[in-house]
């Protein structure tokens, strides 16, 4: 089965600490992005990356860093320097052959702070 | 700066009926709009995406049209039934790339 896996469902974290946020992908997409959604918000955009060892920032990267090392693989790392980190974050992916590429989601995982 | 804008407020219709969500835009040049379906907890799962040269699409009960003068688009549900029940969120490309910028969405909630 094709598809999009992040990992975990839920994470509880104390204040203070880093955590990593998985993502994977045998799509055989080459972009991988993440977004935070908020509560009766939209997406936010976070970091993506088009190709192995690249990113970008996207609106709200500060707090956040990432690695691309395989095509399979965008973890995300919500540092202690990032203010408000509970929120729901969302990993998707794409081809780049193309603009008119339609992302694909993972089911996300729910940041909760404690 | 770029904004999207969808209807904050949710809509509520009979079964049956045409819901009409809409977005509209500033300070984008789309290249290409796209609409995704969001239920509760999950990720979105993507609909449509109609081209800037495009006037309309179509796929089953889902219509989209796409006015780059009036920098809108509209998004339309045919028949509606219960199980359309969801967010819809429309998202526009970032700088022309390849990430996507998305609006809030609209909450639609079809009832028997």
């Known amino acids: 089965d094709g598809g999009i896996t992040q990992s975990p469902k839920y994470l509880f974290r104390k204040e203070g600490q880093n955590v990593t946020l998985s993502c994977e992908q045998n799509?055989?997409?080459?972009?991988m992005y993440w977004y935070r959604q908020d509560p009766g918000q939209g997406l936010r955009l976070i970091y993506y990356s088009q190709i192995v060892n690249d990113f970008q920032k996207g609106d709200i990267a500060e707090g956040y860093s990432v690695s691309r090392e395989k095509k399979e693989s965008f973890p995300l790392t919500v540092t202690s320097a990032q203010k408000n980190p509970t929120a729901f974050y969302l990993c998707?992916?794409?081809?780049?052959?193309?603009?008119?590429?339609?992302?694909?989601f993972g089911p996300g995982t729910r940041l909760t702070v404690l | 700066s770029q904004k999207i804008e969808q209807n904050s407020e949710a809509l509520n219709i009979q079964e049956g009926k045409t819901a009409t969500l809409t977005c509209n835009y500033t300070?984008?040049?789309?290249?290409?709009l796209q609409w995704y379906r969001q239920d509760p907890g999950r990720g979105p799962v993507f609909l449509l995406l109609i081209r800037e040269n495009e006037k309309e699409k179509r796929k089953e009960r889902l219509k989209v049209t796409f006015d780059t003068t009036l920098k809108q688009s509209l998004f339309h549900i045919t028949a509606s039934q219960p199980a359309d029940s969801a967010t819809y969120l429309c998202a526009l490309a970032v700088n022309s790339g390849y990430a996507l910028n998305f609006g809030k969405g609209t909450s639609l909630l079809v009832t028997p």
């Open positions: 799509l055989n997409h080459d972009a």
């Open positions: 998707a992916s794409s081809h780049s052959d193309s603009y008119y590429n339609e992302q694909f």
């Open positions: 300070n984008y040049s789309p290249a290409y």
